[in-house]
């Protein structure tokens, strides 16, 4: 079945610092979407990415999709506190997605 | 807009018994929902697509006599955990999605089972 794979599992980084998470599909997707999700919290939706190469923004952080619609990445610049959380991708139909485990970001003030 | 709420957020049980959890669509309209599980410092786990109206869909390996799936009507759907034991203890989230484009998942705030 389709996985999803997601690098790194876990980073540390200064405030300040810029932060990347990597996805990658074992199939080509039709779309892949990015959650946040709090320590005991719910996944909460960020951004949805459809079209190959796509590039999108929302303020410091930027989603990519990669040219095969296989691999997708989400760069934080300058990271604050309160971006502390797990990023998680989620790749695979309209109607079923396919999550990863998450990058869990933590944020030394 | 686009709420979907889950009850309870927590529950401890006895092993034997069963938990009812609940999804509610608030403020829309789910003809599909999802249902997923996901243990300490694991990924969201796809266990069943709750359909309105007809009968769940189940992900390989998720006994459907076990987590029986009930979506009534537009804007609830129910997981109930029957006979649970100590090692279905975990996170029991849903989602759900209105039909904007691009608007991804919606999911509820979970519910954390624990089964002594």
């Known amino acids: 079945g389709q996985q999803v794979m997601q690098i790194p599992q876990y980073q540390h980084v200064q405030e300040g610092e810029d932060f990347t998470t990597y996805c990658n599909s074992s199939?080509?997707?039709?779309?892949i979407q990015w959650y946040k999700q709090r320590p005991g919290g719910h996944p909460v939706f960020l951004i949805q990415?459809?079209?190959?190469?796509e590039v999108k923004k929302q303020k410091r952080l930027t989603f990519q999709f990669g040219e095969a619609k296989k691999n997708s990445s989400l760069h934080i610049t300058a990271t604050q506190t309160t971006d502390v959380g797990t990023y998680v991708c989620?790749?695979?139909?309209?109607?079923?997605?396919?999550f990863g485990k998450g990058t869990l970001l933590t944020v030394n003030p | 807009g686009a709420v979907v709420s889950q009850h309870p957020s927590w529950v401890i049980c006895k092993s034997g018994t069963s938990v009812k959890i609940e999804c509610r669509s608030l403020?829309?309209?789910?003809?599909?929902m999802f249902w997923y599980r996901q243990f300490p410092k694991q990924s969201l786990m796809l266990m069943a697509t709750?359909?309105?109206?007809?009968?769940?869909?189940?992900e390989q390996g998720v006994e459907k006599d076990k987590f029986l799936i009930n979506h009534a009507s537009l804007t609830l759907s129910t997981l109930t955990v029957t006979s649970a034991h100590p090692e279905d203890s975990s996170f029991y989230i849903c989602?759900?999605?209105?039909?904007?484009?691009?608007?991804?998942?919606?999911f509820g705030s979970g519910t954390r089972l624990t089964v002594v």
């Open positions: 989602s759900a999605r209105r039909n904007d484009r691009g608007r991804g998942y919606t």
């Open positions: 199939t080509t997707l039709s779309n």
């Open positions: 990415l459809v079209k190959s190469g």
């Open positions: 989620g790749g695979g139909s309209n109607y079923k997605l396919t």
């Open positions: 403020d829309f309209q789910a003809t599909t």
């Open positions: 709750s359909n309105e109206g007809s009968k769940a869909t189940y």
